[in-house]
């Protein structure tokens, strides 16, 4: 849940003064306000830039958990700045559009998800990080696609499993794992736009680049890949592969950081099956701009609020999954 009071009191931004320099304000209010601000690998390059720490969702809540800063600024989707609040329950955490939502979090509301768990007793939930508070208070363990993997294979093999929201990230560690756990229907939009045949076309004109894939994609277009992965682990393959081209089926914020990260390589985005653009963007975190980020510092909103009992169930299987992450060596 987001709070909504500072429209009731009034709250109105001054124009920003024509030429100032955002990043640098960004900075200086970070500092005297002692802020952090956490940015995902698919915003855009400038917020990555003024970060003081840019990472996927796994990282980005170790570093919410680990954190000294009074304010916390989540330049990404909503449910990551409730996972931030969860973890952080006496940290202002901000958000600098409340627009920004997640079509994967979407996909399971909560009440149907209640009712699809309460209709299998005997089964353990995991859900995907991608999903609102209420749907992780819910769970018995929170999973990322850096960490989903090695945390169903913690279970033993007989014990019944419910995964959700993502259909094709569960389906691709039901193929990894041989388990068969029971899977939630849901997708994220970015991710499902990805078709064999784009790839099998953009391959014909590159035939020596690597294909990297997001699990969160079909299938049929995980099966095409070379490599599949979650952001991070796309990004470190990227970093040690001998390849020099690569074709990424993923949010194409991610080019960012890879070609800073491998200047001397070449990162191709796979374009969305339904449109002819060059690369495949999630329309949401495209709403965290450098104007925003600024407003959302000085004036401190718009701010992300949880509700105590929902926090008080969610935040036990985030622990969790964080715990196991730091057995499994997932995290630092």
Same mark, same amino acid.
């Given at each position: 849940?987001?709070?909504?009071? =500072? ?8 124009? @920003? ?8 304000? @960004?900075?200086?209010?970070?500092? /005297? ?32 958990? %680990?954190? &000294? ?16 609040? @969860? ?8 958000? $600098? ?13 909560? &009440? ?10 005997? !089964? ?31 279970? $033993?093999? &007989? ?12 389906? !691709? @560690? ?9 899977? =939630? ?21 590159? $035939? ?35 390849? %020099? ?48 980020? !600024?407003?959302?510092?000085? !004036?401190? =909103?718009? /701010? ?12 036990? $299987? ?15």
């Amino acid at each position: 849940m987001v709070k909504q009071e =500072w429209k009731d009191a009034g709250y109105v931004t001054e124009p @920003i003064p024509a030429g100032l320099d955002l990043a640098a304000e @960004i900075r200086r209010l970070c500092k /005297e306000k002692n802020a952090v601000v956490l940015a995902h690998y698919y915003t855009i390059g400038a917020i990555q830039d003024v970060a003081d720490f840019v990472g996927d969702s796994l990282a980005l809540a170790q570093k919410a958990s %680990r954190t &000294d800063a009074d304010i916390i600024v989540m330049c990404g989707v909503n449910f990551m700045a409730e996972t931030d609040k @969860i973890l952080c329950p006496d940290k202002k955490v901000l958000l $600098p559009d409340l627009g920004s939502h997640c079509s994967l979090a979407e996909s399971c509301p909560a &009440d149907q998800f209640e009712a699809f768990v309460k209709a299998h007793p005997g !089964y353990k939930v995991l859900s995907y990080v991608n999903t609102t508070a209420a749907v992780k208070a819910l769970t018995d363990i929170v999973v990322t696609s850096g960490n989903a993997r090695e945390i169903v294979e913690s279970f $033993p093999p &007989d014990q019944k499993l419910i995964f959700g929201p993502d259909y094709n990230l569960g389906a !691709y @560690i039901n193929s990894v794992t041989g388990r068969n756990m029971l899977l =939630w229907h849901g997708a994220c939009d970015v991710h499902e736009r990805f078709s064999v045949e784009k790839i099998v076309a953009l391959k014909a004109q590159h $035939p020596n680049a690597e294909i990297l894939a997001h699990p969160e994609c079909k299938g049929a277009v995980l099966k095409a890949a070379d490599y599949v992965g979650s952001t991070a682990a796309l990004l470190r393959h990227a970093k040690e592969s001998d390849c %020099r081209e690569f074709l990424v089926a993923t949010e194409s914020g991610i080019l960012h950081e890879m070609q800073k990260s491998c200047p001397d390589k070449t990162f191709i985005p796979v374009p969305p099956d339904d449109s002819t653009c060059a690369c495949n963007e999630c329309s949401y975190m495209r709403l965290n701009t450098m104007a925003k980020l !600024y407003n959302c510092l000085k !004036y401190e =909103w718009p /701010e992300i609020s949880v509700s105590r009992e929902t926090a008080a169930k969610a935040v036990k $299987p985030i622990e969790r999954m964080l715990e196991i992450s730091r057995k499994l060596n997932l995290v630092k």
